[in-house]
């Protein structure tokens, strides 16, 4: 159980494109989604949360006009990177946690490796 | 903010050793502590947590130990084998207001386990 899908799983593409990453629970509705980013050999950074129906809470950094995140289901979450740069190239990973129990683990997608040329 | 230190930053023991990583968070408000390991190009896997009414949690060769007045908590690994190397990341988190966990990750352990 718990299972979460990402897609796609790699983008490669030029410079000033808009990239779009979904995120959907299969198996559990995911009240709380997260958007994290992960460079080489570092740690996750969290980039937004989001909460199905509302807006998205951006961490401190994180521009929202440049990650946008819709939660318009319980089951999906998309990120759009718009007009990416080279410097937004980087491994995107969300998570999804499920309602009802206090404490709630976060379940991770495959990620997806984008490269902007 | 939470801020997350994790310890050591790469591990290397011989196989059928113990490996023990450590991390300390700095808010005491924390509850929750997942342990989490991740492949090389792949996704962070759930392995172990512990909640902050809890001590000790064990689940086969995996234990997590929590000290609430420390504010730091330890994952350890009994019996290592080659399937064990990844990296290790240590998070802390504490419950939203509108529900589900806010995560604060350490820096990763990357551990190597050799034959």
């Known amino acids: 159980g718990a299972v979460v899908s990402q897609h796609p799983s790699r983008v490669i593409c030029k410079s000033g494109t808009s990239v779009k990453i979904e995120c959907r629970s299969l198996?559990?509705?995911?009240?709380?989604m997260f958007w994290y980013r992960q460079f080489p050999k570092k740690s996750l950074m969290l980039m937004a949360t989001?909460?199905?129906?509302?807006?998205?809470?951006?961490e401190q950094g994180v521009e929202k006009d440049k990650f946008l995140i819709n939660h318009a289901s319980l089951t999906l979450s998309t990120l759009t990177v718009t007009s990416a740069h080279p410097e937004d190239s980087s491994f995107y990973i969300c998570s999804a946690s499920g309602q009802g129990r206090l404490y709630q683990p976060q379940h991770f997608g495959d990620g997806t490796r984008l490269s902007i040329l | 903010g939470e801020n997350v230190e994790q310890h050591p930053s790469t591990l290397s023991v011989q196989e059928g050793d113990s490996a023990v990583i450590k991390c300390t968070y700095s808010d005491s408000a924390s509850n929750y502590f997942p342990w989490y390991k991740q492949e090389l190009g792949k996704r962070p896997q759930l392995i172990i947590d512990?909640?902050?009414?809890?001590g000790e949690k064990k689940d086969q060769r995996i234990a997590v130990t929590l000290n609430k007045t420390a504010k730091h908590f330890s994952l350890h690994i009994t019996e290592t084998q080659p399937e064990d190397s990844a990296v290790y990341f240590c998070?802390?988190?504490?419950?939203?207001?509108?529900?589900?966990?806010?995560?604060?990750f350490g820096t990763g352990t990357q551990l190597k386990v050799e034959l």
């Open positions: 989001s909460n199905e129906g509302s807006k998205a809470t951006y």
């Open positions: 998070a802390a988190s504490k419950v939203l207001t509108g529900g589900g966990n806010k995560l604060t």
């Open positions: 512990i909640r902050s009414n809890v």
């Open positions: 198996d559990f509705q995911a009240t709380t």
